[in-house]
């Protein structure tokens, strides 16, 4: 009987270390950073293959904006009108946030970078990686970003004065032509 404490003592222990390299931190593995990311490909593929404005068919941030330090408890997220499925991390939640946003210093409807912003570093420091499709005559070529510190992620810029100005007029653009009706005057039946 004396031998029963501590074996149980020991098993306890071992299916606590067990249990504990199952879950993890809760990081993302970097297979499954990967996949979330190719999972938006399709649709921003599609922005850049229309002759307007990229900018309108970028989104983000989802799940949320700082998913690090609230992690999000999603299967899928909703961008333009798609569900898209993401994966978790070990303990099955959501630890880092993606994005699609204009390529910096390249004409806004020709490339689009899709970036995934978390605790990256290998302190927990936040960086952020991804990928760029940029689109050329007959296809879009999709290229790697590889890691950011977090002065070059997205979540840390704010847009200056010119950018916002520009910003509203371009949304203000979209929401003219969302609610542009047919005119009750024109002859819809051609004559």
């Known amino acids: 009987m004396r031998f029963s404490r501590p074996i149980g003592v020991v098993l306890c222990i ?72 993401l994966r978790p991390g070990r303990d099955g939640l959501v630890h880092e946030r993606y994005e699609a946003r204009p390529c910096p210093l390249k004409t806004i409807f020709e490339c689009v970078e899709i ?12 960086m952020c990686f991804g990928l760029q499709l940029q689109k050329h005559p007959n296809e879009v070529v999709r290229q790697e970003i590889t890691f950011r510190s977090a002065d ?28 542009q009706e047919t005119d009750k005057y024109l002859d819809q039946t051609g004559h």
Not at 45 to 64: D, E, H, I, Q, Y
């Open 115 to 126: 970036l995934a912003t978390g605790r990256f570093g290998d302190d927990g420091e936040i």
């Open 152 to 179: 070059f992620c997205p979540f840390q810029r704010t847009a200056g004065p010119a950018q916002q100005i520009i910003r509203g007029i371009e949304k203000a653009q979209m929401e003219h032509f969302q609610r």
């Open 14 to 85: 071992g299916l606590l270390i067990s249990c504990r390299r199952q879950l993890g931190d809760g990081i993302t593995s970097q297979r499954n950073v990967d996949a979330n990311l190719d999972g938006f490909i399709d649709i921003v593929k599609s922005g850049l293959g229309l002759s307007v404005n990229a900018r309108f068919l970028t989104f983000g941030p989802v799940p949320g904006p700082q998913p690090w330090d609230h992690p999000a408890a999603v299967a899928s997220v909703s961008v333009q009108g798609r569900n898209i499925p």
